[in-house]
């Protein structure tokens, strides 16, 4: 089987991947997405889908309801640390708006929304650490402190060990080491990081260090194990995991990759004199069979007999439950407005997808003739800097406009657009990643000859939000709630 780098070309940051049941199973961080932190199943470690999320919601508060000014962007879920012990699989992690770390744990890691408890304080980009018979958390960006857990995982030990383990370096350093991940094998324990030398140290990106050590006493010993962009604009390949798979070991690490994202190379690597050695093919050889699996990005008719999202969507935080319905209208997505908003980033209920690299297409059909005055309803391509195409109400007329995040670009009064129909108009972005991240904004009247509306826009990866660009549906009130607007047909090329 052949494997082609990049591995999955689209944001899928702060991997950690065990093996189980036959499977190996992957988290990846999403944030303020929900449901949030999708697991994804491979057979092969080529090709994933999407079986489960760990969380429905984080809480319900004015956080993720965006009100009175609060919101999750940049935060949330983050970093993921996956573990299986003792017939139970375990998720932790820190949700930094709330101040907490949560550790999650079921028996069954293909059913989603598992039972949680919740830690105190903010344990930085942890890893479970599973070190004579006893279990710990790995934790801390530059200064590394360990900290035991109960036999079950779910709470920190009274009386266990917590204290500071190593620090790794500060001269010529960016990014002092995060993200661990933790390994035992053969009397050693490993803890790998990413690190970030300043500019005109190095090579100055972001690369791959291991410390290991016998003894949680120390001492222990440091090497940088992968350095390489692979070619890409000295973008370092670095944060992931080290997998296992019996007879080989490969990993798998994720790569800044402008605007859609940071997206995973699998890598294979081998062990000498007891350091782990990365190495940076394009593609290669698995001595697996492959199995194919569903994709993580679909076109979708939203003709759906229940009210239950397809696994590759997820929600700008919490949705209103009865505010967008599958069945109300059947054969859309509709969507209510029942809260007043400012615009589309304090607007519930935006549906997300991911975008892919290096182009993807996302167009789809919209009714909007149930908006009240106030209303905007369309798609957009979802960031911190993001573009808006749709279909807005004024003094009982509608317009189809464009806007950025620093206002509206373009307005067109329907009564302009020949054979314009209210009931069905289709909208269409187009992600250009490979030719300096623009997206560019299309309207038709009859789903077949676009239009392109005014100038693209210029995509930036922003730590705003701190994720790649997706798609986003949405309907929002400015003024009064009461108007609707209906979807169907996403087609995704």
């Not at 309801?65 to 017939?87: D, H, I, P």
């Not at 993001?386 to 067109?412: C, D, P, S």
Request: hydrophobic share 35%.
């Amino acid at each position: 089987m052949k494997v082609l780098n990049p591995l999955i070309n689209m944001d899928m940051p702060d991997i950690d991947v065990i093996k189980a049941n036959g499977f190996y199973y992957m988290v990846s961080t999403t944030m303020f997405f929900t449901p949030g932190a999708p697991i994804l199943r491979s057979n092969d470690l080529k090709n994933w889908e999407i079986v489960s999320y760990i969380f429905d919601k984080i809480e319900d508060n004015d956080i993720y309801q965006l009100k009175n000014g609060k919101n999750a962007y940049g935060a949330c879920q983050w970093a993921t640390s996956l573990a299986y012990r003792n017939g139970l699989f375990y998720a932790t992690f820190v949700c930094n708006d709330m101040k907490k770390t949560y550790i999650y744990y079921t028996d069954d890691i293909e059913k989603s929304f598992w039972q949680r408890v919740e830690l105190e304080g903010i344990y930085h980009d942890m890893s479970f650490l599973f070190w004579e018979d006893r279990a710990y958390l790995v934790y801390g960006n530059g200064d590394i402190h360990i900290t035991e857990l109960q036999d079950d995982l779910k709470g920190i030990k009274e009386g266990g060990l917590n204290k500071l383990l190593f620090s790794t370096p500060k001269d010529g350093i960016m990014l002092r080491c995060e993200g661990c991940r933790a390994y035992v094998k053969d009397g050693y324990m490993y803890f790998c990081f990413i690190e970030w030398p300043k500019e005109g140290e190095g090579n100055s990106r972001r690369r791959e260090v291991c410390y290991r050590g016998k003894s949680l006493d120390g001492p222990f010993e440091r090497k940088v194990i992968f350095d390489d962009d692979m070619g890409y604009r000295n973008c370092g390949i670095a944060q992931g995991v080290l997998i296992d798979a019996g007879d080989k070991w490969y990993s798998m690490l994720f790569q800044d990759h402008g605007a859609v994202g940071r997206i995973p190379y699998l890598l294979p690597m081998d062990w000498q004199e007891d350091w782990p050695v990365i190495e940076a093919p394009v593609e290669f050889e698995i001595d697996m069979t492959e199995v194919k699996t569903a994709p993580i990005v679909i076109s979708d008719s939203f003709n759906h007999s229940e009210n239950k999202l397809p696994l590759q969507f997820q929600w700008n935080h919490n949705p209103i439950d009865d505010a967008w319905s599958f069945t109300e209208r059947p054969g859309y997505l509709r969507l209510k407005n029942a809260q007043v908003c400012d615009g589309l980033m304090t607007a519930r209920n935006t549906l997300t997808e991911k975008t892919i690299t290096p182009k993807s297409v996302y167009t789809v059909e919209g009714d909007f003739s149930n908006m009240i005055d106030g209303d905007y309803a369309g798609i957009a391509a979802f960031m911190g800097e993001y573009g808006q195409i749709g279909i807005t109400k004024e003094n009982g007329q509608l317009i189809l406009f464009k806007a950025f995040k620093n206002g509206i670009k373009e307005r067109i009064p329907v009564s302009d657009i020949a054979g314009f129909n209210e009931e069905s108009v289709t909208l269409r972005i187009v992600f250009d990643f490979e030719n300096e991240d623009k997206a560019y904004f299309y309207y038709s009247v009859d789903g077949e000859s676009f239009v392109e509306v005014g100038e693209p826009l210029q995509m930036h990866y922003t730590l705003d939000l701190f994720v790649g660009y997706r798609i986003g549906i949405f309907s929002y009130a400015t003024k009064n709630i009461g108007g609707m607007a209906d979807f169907r047909n996403l087609v995704v090329s």
